[in-house]
């Protein structure tokens, strides 16, 4: 009978290599599903980092994590577009009227974008830890264009995947280094 080590070292044998192999796609799919999901992400930026660790390219981690992400972050971008053909259609006084009708908060936010830049904002909640769910839902319900949405999302998620692609291939090491001298 074999040992749980024996065990362990041939499923890790085959993992390993299955992993690299299909380590691409897999950012990119968990990325995309992390990202489709409103309010609840995948931990998709995890798996850019420990998968950095084992050596894979960080650039192709960043690359497809970010392509990901930014597809997945479409998602909120048609949930607000729908959101406003609905209280567009809608001619009561409710919650969506005031939020999409004529100078409505939606509205506001249009005029405030057109002024400063909605493309930076974009960038700058993909880049970081905000919420991004917002954005996209805001940029789809005030109609901004979404070429222009999707290349500000993936290249805030491209400056972000890579920081944490970059932070494990570098970085794996010396943590266990750390923890193996405890």
Do not use: H, Q
């Not at 567009?88 to 006084?93: A, I, L, P, T, V």
């Not at 509205?107 to 991004?132: C, N, Q, V, Y």
Request: aromatic share 14%; net charge positive.
């Amino acid at each position: 009978m074999p040992t749980c080590e024996a065990l362990l070292a041939g499923w890790l044998s085959w993992l390993c290599p299955t992993l690299s192999a299909f380590a691409y796609p897999t950012v990119f799919i968990t990325n995309l599903i992390g990202s489709a999901s409103i309010f609840f992400p995948l931990p998709g930026f995890a798996l850019v980092f420990f998968l950095a660790g084992t050596g894979l390219n960080p650039w192709f981690l960043a690359i497809s994590g970010g392509l990901g992400a930014a597809a997945g972050e479409l998602t909120g971008y048609f949930i607000g577009m729908g959101g406003r053909k609905v209280a567009e259609g809608r001619r009561d006084k409710g919650i969506l009227s005031r939020m999409f009708g004529k100078k409505g908060m939606l509205e506001k936010a249009s005029e405030w974008s057109k002024r400063r830049g909605t493309f930076l904002a974009i960038f700058i909640f993909a880049a970081t830890p905000l919420p991004d769910d917002v954005t996209g839902i805001i940029a789809g319900a005030i109609g901004y264009d979404i070429r222009n949405f999707f290349l500000a999302s993936f290249m805030g998620k491209l400056v972000m995947f890579s920081v944490l692609a970059w932070g494990g291939y570098l970085g794996t090491e010396w943590v266990l280094d750390i923890m193996g001298g405890l």
